[in-house]
C-alpha cells in the first residue's frame, strides 16, 4: 500500500494504482473522457490533469502510478488552467450542434465544458468535418463530433473482443473506422453508445425519439437470456423507449446484450391486447367472462391426466407458480418448463446451476466448453470468459461446437460424443490442461441437454469435473448455461412433469385434450394434436397464438412486477415500467381470474401473497443473495457413460436476434438478421 496526501486528505491505495484513483479515493472529482475503469490506459485526452509536488509540468493522472509520500493538487490555479486549454483544442473542431444531439443531457463534453472549461471561445476559423462511418443498423455514427478518444476502439478490442475499429492518419485528421465500412459484427455493440462521451456513437433506431430528462426510469431484468441483466427500464408515458444496463458488478458489470437492449420496439408491435376465442373456425374478440366460461365449459368432465401445461422461456416466476397451482387443483402433473425437450437430472439443484457464477468465473483458471456457444447464448457472460483469457493462464476447450468465433482462442476438441471418453482416460491432450489446474470449470450448453444421451453427458461431465479436481468443498467447477430468463425458475418451482407425467413431447399429437401455453412459442405449433383445445396466454400474436382456441392477452416484462433467477440461481426482481396495452393483464391475475370461474380458486390475491406462496413452496425465492456453494455430496448425476450417442454434438442456436417473441416482432432484430444472420447461420452450418 501506498501513502499519499490528495488536496491535504491523506489516503492510502494500493501498488500499482494510478494518481486518479488515489484522487477517487480521496472523494475529489477528475474530469476525464479517454479514461475508463474497465478497459485500459490510453491518456488522450489530458483533460485529467493534477499538478504533482515537484513534478515539472501538471501530469495526465490516469496514466501516472502512485508513489510513496506524493503530494497531489486537483485544484489550482495552474491545473485550471491547463484543463480549460485542454478544453479549448477539444471544442476548437467539435460542431454546435448539441440542440439537434441525441447525447444531449447525459454528454460529458456537455458537463465538463460547463464545469472546468472557459465561457467564451477564441476560434474564428473554419471547423474540420468528417465524414459519418457505417457501423451496422444499431450505431448511428456522427463523427464530426468524434474527440478521438478511443474508447470505442478499446472495447471493441478488449471486452467484445471483435478488433473491427481503429484508427486512421494523425493529429486533427486522425478518424475512427471499420476500415472497410461494413457493419460491427459484435453481439455487444450497443455498448459503444455508452462508453462514448460525446455524441458521435448514438442508437440508430431511436435516432431524435426523445431526451434523457422526459423518461421516467425503471429498475428491470433483462430477459431475453439467461443471464439476468439489470436494466434500466427508460418510458416516456405507456411507452418503453430505450433499455439501458445498470451496474452489478456480480453480473452483468455494465455491460448489456444487443438484443435485449435493441428489440424493444417489439414490445409494441403484434401485441395482444384483449381476449380471443375461436368460434366454428375463426378467432373472435370476446370479454374476459366469455373467454373464461368457455374455458371451464371445455375442462369440464376433463380427467387431469389429459390437461398439460407449457411455460414459455420469458414467464416470470409468480405466473409459473400460479400455472402449477392450476394444474395441480385439476389433477395433471403434465406441466413442463422445458421447450426444446432439455433434459436435467432434477436429483439436486446444483446439476442445473452455472454454479462457479458468473464473477467466479475470474478465479477460474481452465475451462471446458461442451455443446455451448456463449458468444450468442450468453454474451455478457462470454465477456466475462474474454476478460479472464485476457488475464493470462486461461486455457480453453471447445467440444461440440467446431468452427465458431468465440472471440477468443480456443483448443477445438472435436465434435464426436467419444471424445468425452478421451477426456476421461486422459488420451486427449486438453484433459492434462484441466488436471493441472487449480480451479478448472466446465460448462454444457443446451446442445449437450436436448439430446436424446443428454443423461450419459451430464455424468460424464461431472465425473470429468470430479476427476480433474473441479469438484470440492470450496470450488463447483460443474456448470450449466442455460438459454431461457425462465428455465432456472421453473426448475426450482418443480415445473416439471410428475413421476408418470407427460413431458413437452408427451403432450405433443394428441397426448392431451387441453393445453395451457404461458407465453409458449419455441415449437412448432403443428406439434400439437389438431383436436386438442389449446389455451394461449401471451403478449405477443405469435404462432403458438394464432393455433389458439382462446387466447388471454397477458404483459410483457416491462408491464409487470415479476420475479427471476438467472443461470447461476440469482433471484431477482423487476418492477413495472409501464401499463399493458388494451384489456392485457399480469398473467398470475389471469390466473387466479380463471381458477374462480372454474371452482378451483387459487389461494392468493396480491403479489405479496403470491411471493409469500413462492417462498413456501422453494425458500430460495427468499434469498437476497447468491452464497457460492461448493460440493459436499459427490455423487454425480443419473447417467450411462455407455449411453454416448454417435451424433456429432452442434450448437441450439439459430439467429441471435431471433429467439422470442418480442424479437421477432422487433423490425429492428428483422433488420439485424438480414445483415448478420445469412453468415452467422453459413458460419454455423460448417
Same mark, same amino acid.
Given at each position: ?202 442508437? @440508430? ?79 373472435? @374478440? ?14 369440464? $368432465?376433463?380427467? $387431469? ?37 432439455? !433434459? ?77 471418453? $478421451? ?149 431477482? !426482481? ?26 378451483? @380458486? ?39 457413460? !455407455? ?44
Amino acid at each position: 500500500m501506498a501513502k499519499l496526501t490528495v488536496d491535504g486528505i491523506p489516503v492510502e491505495v494500493a501498488n500499482g494504482s494510478t494518481v486518479l484513483q488515489a484522487c477517487e479515493a480521496a472523494g475529489k472529482e477528475i474530469p476525464r473522457f479517454c479514461y475508463h475503469e474497465r478497459l485500459s490506459i490510453a491518456g488522450n485526452c489530458r483533460m485529467c490533469l493534477v499538478e504533482v509536488e515537484k513534478a515539472p509540468k501538471p501530469v495526465a493522472s490516469c496514466g501516472y502510478p502512485v508513489m510513496e509520500g506524493m503530494v497531489v493538487k486537483t485544484d489550482t490555479e495552474v491545473v485550471r488552467r491547463a484543463r480549460r486549454a485542454v478544453m479549448e483544442f477539444l471544442l476548437i473542431n467539435h460542431p454546435l450542434d448539441c440542440p439537434i444531439c441525441d447525447q444531449g443531457g447525459q454528454c460529458d463534453l456537455q458537463d465538463q465544458a460547463y464545469a472546468y472549461g472557459s465561457d467564451h471561445s477564441r476560434y474564428a476559423e473554419n471547423k474540420r468535418a468528417v465524414t459519418d462511418k457505417y457501423l451496422g443498423p444499431l450505431v448511428k455514427t456522427v463523427m464530426t463530433r468524434c474527440i478521438q478518444c478511443t474508447r470505442c476502439i478499446r472495447f471493441a478490442t478488449e471486452i467484445a473482443g471483435v478488433p473491427e475499429l481503429g484508427a486512421t492518419s494523425r493529429g486533427e485528421n486522425m478518424e475512427i473506422t471499420t476500415y472497410v465500412e461494413q457493419a460491427l459484427t459484435s453481439e455487444l455493440s450497443g455498448n459503444l453508445i455508452d462508453i462514448c462521451p460525446v455524441g458521435a456513437l448514438t442508437s @440508430k433506431p431511436d435516432a431524435f425519439v426523445a431526451r434523457p430528462w422526459e423518461l421516467k426510469k425503471t429498475d428491470s431484468i433483462d430477459v431475453t437470456d439467461a443471464v439476468g441483466t439489470n436494466i434500466s427500464v427508460q418510458a416516456r408515458g405507456a411507452e418503453v423507449l430505450r433499455i439501458l444496463p445498470r451496474v452489478n458488478d456480480a453480473v452483468n458489470e455494465e455491460w448489456m446484450a444487443d438484443k435485449g437492449r435493441f428489440s424493444l420496439d417489439g414490445l409494441k408491435r403484434r401485441r395482444l391486447d384483449s381476449p380471443w376465442l375461436r368460434v366454428h373456425g375463426k378467432l373472435h @374478440k370476446v370479454s374476459w367472462q366469455d373467454a373464461f366460461v368457455a374455458i371451464g365449459n371445455r375442462l369440464e $368432465g376433463v380427467q $387431469g391426466e389429459r390437461i398439460g401445461a407449457i411455460a414459455g422461456d420469458l414467464c416470470d416466476a409468480e405466473s409459473m407458480l400460479a400455472l402449477k397451482d392450476l394444474m395441480a387443483s385439476l389433477g395433471s402433473g403434465n406441466i413442463d418448463c422445458r421447450q426444446d425437450g432439455a !433434459r436435467y437430472d432434477t436429483g439436486r439443484r446444483e446439476f442445473g446451476l452455472f454454479n462457479t457464477t458468473i464473477a467466479g468465473i475470474e478465479e477460474a483458471d481452465a475451462l471446458l466448453l461442451v455443446g455451448c456457444d456463449p458468444r450468442h447464448a450468453a454474451p455478457v457472460l462470454n465477456a466475462r470468459i474474454r476478460k479472464r483469457y485476457t488475464a493470462g493462464g486461461f486455457p480453453i476447450g471447445v467440444f461440440g461446437t467446431p468452427g465458431l468465433d468465440h472471440t477468443y482462442p480456443v483448443t477445438d476438441l472435436g465434435d464426436h460424443p467419444s471424445r468425452l471418453a $478421451g477426456l476421461l482416460d486422459g488420451s486427449v491432450a486438453f484433459a492434462g490442461m484441466l488436471r493441472g489446474a487449480a480451479r478448472p470449470m466446465i460448462v454444457l450448453g443446451q446442445g449437450a441437454l436436448v439430446r436424446d444421451d443428454a443423461a450419459a453427458i451430464q455424468a460424464a461431465c461431472w465425473q470429468l469435473a470430479r476427476d480433474v479436481g473441479a469438484l470440492s468443498a470450496e470450488w463447483n467447477g460443474y456448470n450449466v448455461l442455460h438459454t431461457a430468463a425462465s428455465r432456472v425458475a421453473g426448475l426450482e418451482l418443480g415445473f416439471v412433469p410428475s413421476p408418470g407425467a407427460r413431458s413437452v413431447a408427451g403432450m405433443m399429437s394428441g397426448g392431451v385434450k387441453v393445453l395451457w401455453l404461458l407465453g409458449a412459442d419455441e415449437f412448432h405449433p403443428a406439434r400439437i394434436g389438431p383436436d386438442t383445445f389449446v389455451i394461449y396466454q401471451g403478449h405477443h400474436g405469435d404462432a403458438s397464438a394464432v393455433h389458439a382456441d382462446v387466447i388471454l392477452p397477458g404483459a410483457a416484462y416491462t408491464e409487470k412486477p415479476g420475479t427471476y433467477i438467472n443461470t447461476e440461481g440469482r433471484v431477482q !426482481r423487476a418492477f413495472r415500467a409501464v401499463f399493458p396495452p388494451g384489456e392485457a393483464k399480469e398473467d398470475w391475475r389471469i390466473l387466479r381470474a380463471v381458477s374462480e370461474v372454474i371452482g378451483r @380458486k387459487l389461494p392468493y390475491d396480491s403479489l405479496e401473497a403470491v411471493r409469500e406462496r413462492l417462498e413456501q413452496v422453494n425458500p430460495v425465492f427468499a434469498r437476497t443473495s447468491l452464497p457460492r456453494f461448493g460440493v459436499r455430496d459427490f455423487t454425480g448425476p443419473a447417467g450411462d457413460l !455407455r449411453a454416448l450417442g454417435s451424433a456429432p454434438l452442434v450448437s441450439t442456436m439459430g439467429d441471435y436476434y431471433q429467439t422470442n417473441a418480442i424479437s421477432r416482432a422487433s423490425m429492428t432484430m428483422a433488420e439485424c438478421t438480414r445483415v448478420y444472420a445469412p453468415s452467422a447461420i453459413k458460419t454455423a452450418a460448417e
